[in-house]
């Protein structure tokens, strides 16, 4: 047996220790603790390097007996047999054992995907951002994204003690509930953006103007002349703005002809109302040409 | 017959003999306890026990340097500790005499009963 194998052995044993004794003041916990390891380290030397390790719960009710302890709590031994039966059936399996090898080194990456999971839940459900397609828009959001992903990786190369290490397991269960959603809504997202780009069908959307089942994306409000109202916002016979429909995912880029050819020139953004509030169904739109600062371009709703 | 039962009633009386002689730590004095026959008792047994005496004052505890690594936790016997194995040597020496005693009359009649 190497050292590292048997010094592995040996932690996991201590914390399996460590758990039985959970009910103990902490001071007397670290002390028999301590006494263990020690106790442990000396037998590997004196057995060159073959220490067998015992049953960790039953050296933990024989040392709780012989101190005068209660024994291990029984519901906490029915579940530790179980999960220690598990694990003794996962580790005399060589399947089980191939595939955690396949796996080992795949352990960072599902990290990454956990941290990116939970910024696409922050996006998607949090933040209510519809348009989130599994890439952050801004500098913020990616500063989040980059912080989220970075915890998550500490998270899971850090080694904690056993309670902390329980606290990483339940986290990391429910962290699962996100990535499933992100992922249901990252499709949702993306069936609705192919469907109203390449069909311009908006049979899904339930927000915003719709004629003819396609989504309006301005109004053009004209006075009794005939000449056209600049700024003006339309709103319903409650008070309520009307707003057009596909405000960010539809028609983003300005197409137009130039030498015979089709060329881009930007993204169409709104006018912005006083306090700063994108006004949709105000005409004109406006064309920016920095697609990174949709949204971010300040615009004089004047001109 | 299961002698670990036996043995674990004795414990207190074979730790508190092994330090009287001299200050040990956990791992030497389970170490001794096994070279003198107590093969069945197991460290946590023997580490239990000695923070069992160490809790009601029959032992108290220091730390030491070792060459090998960490600090190591001895225990010294004290004097109420000392009391109580007086008692439990003399109350051991009892026992053992009064069980010898009954064992070697069984056995004296068992070989009369055979001899008939």
Do not use: C, H
Not at chain 1, 269 to 292: F, I, M, T
Not at chain 2, 64 to 82: A, H, L, V, W
């Amino acid at each position: 047996m190497t050292n590292k194998v048997q010094n592995r052995l040996v932690e996991k044993f201590i914390s399996e220790i460590e758990e039985f004794l959970q009910d103990l003041g902490p001071g007397l916990r670290e002390d028999i603790l301590r006494e263990v390891r020690e106790n442990l380290e000396a037998r590997a030397e004196d057995e060159s390097g073959e220490l067998s390790l015992p049953n960790s719960l039953e050296y933990a009710n024989d040392l709780r007996q012989a101190a005068g302890l209660d024994p291990v709590a029984p519901q906490k031994r029915v579940f530790k047999d179980f999960v220690a039966g598990i694990q003794e059936r996962l580790d005399a399996s060589p399947v089980a054992k191939a595939v955690r090898d396949f796996l080992r080194p795949f352990k960072p990456l599902f990290w990454v995907a956990i941290g990116i999971s939970s910024y696409g839940f922050l996006e998607l459900y949090i933040l209510g951002d519809d348009g989130y397609l599994g890439v952050p828009s801004g500098l913020e959001q990616w500063l989040a994204w980059i912080a989220l992903v970075s915890i998550s990786v500490w998270l899971g190369s850090t080694n904690f003690g056993p309670l902390w290490r329980r606290v990483r397991v339940i986290a990391t269960t429910i962290a699962i509930l996100p990535m499933a959603l992100m992922f249901y809504g990252l499709s949702e997202n993306t069936i609705q953006l192919s469907d109203e780009l390449v069909n311009g069908n908006p049979a899904s959307r339930t927000t915003g103007l719709i004629y003819n089942g396609l989504p309006v994306t301005n109004i053009f409000p004209y006075d009794a002349e005939g000449n056209l109202l600049r700024d003006v916002r339309l709103v319903d016979d409650q008070g309520r703005p009307l707003n057009s429909s596909v405000e960010r995912l539809v028609t983003p880029v300005v197409v137009e002809l130039e030498d015979g050819n089709l060329v881009t020139s930007g993204y169409l953004r709104p006018s912005r109302s006083k306090d700063g509030v994108e006004v949709w169904n105000v005409y004109p739109l406006k064309a920016a040409a920095n697609p990174v600062g949709f949204g971010l371009i300040d615009v004089d709703p004047a001109e | 017959m299961d002698t670990t039962q036996l043995l674990k009633g004795a414990l207190d009386l074979a730790i508190l003999a092994v330090i009287s002689v001299e200050d040990q730590y956990g791992y030497e004095i389970a170490k001794r306890l096994r070279d003198s026959g107590f093969t069945e008792i197991g460290d946590a047994s023997v580490y239990g026990t000695l923070r069992r005496l160490e809790g009601s004052g029959s032992l108290k505890s220091y730390f030491m340097e070792s060459e090998d690594g960490p600090n190591r936790k001895y225990y010294s016997i004290t004097k109420p500790g000392q009391i109580e194995l007086a008692n439990a040597e003399k109350t051991w020496t009892d026992f053992s005499k009064t069980m010898a005693s009954l064992l070697s009359e069984s056995t004296l009649e068992n070989k009369k009963g055979a001899t008939k």
